[in-house]
């Protein structure tokens, strides 16, 4: 399973295919590379359907960087890794 971060990238560059050949990373600031709010909106859709989970893209929006995201997106999934573990 690809990590939240390769999830994030592969959303960023799937939006904005400009950006295929930059290197992002965890520090990467989501106003360095112009993306609109409507880019934005469209990289919280990618996230949600990938992670089955729900951002409003104006959450995302209030983000500084890439690893803000990764740290709402692991607050989101923890409570289900410690539901669905304590069945096996």
């Known amino acids: 399973m690809p990590s939240i971060e390769d ?10 295919p400009s950006l295929t050949e930059t290197e992002l990373t965890p520090a990467t600031r989501f106003d360095q590379y112009n993306i609109s709010s409507l880019e934005m909106a ?5 996230i949600n359907d990938y ?15 890439i690893d803000d995201a ?3 997106i692991e607050g ?3 409570p289900r890794v410690q539901v669905q573990g ?3």
């Open 51 to 65: 992670f089955d989970i729900e951002i409003e893209p104006y959450t995302l929006m209030t983000l500084a960087c």
């Open 76 to 78: 989101l999934l923890t």
């Open 7 to 16: 999830v994030i990238y592969v959303a960023v560059r799937k939006v904005k």
């Open 86 to 88: 304590s069945h096996g």
């Open 42 to 46: 469209m990289i919280v859709f990618e």
């Open 70 to 72: 990764v740290q709402l």
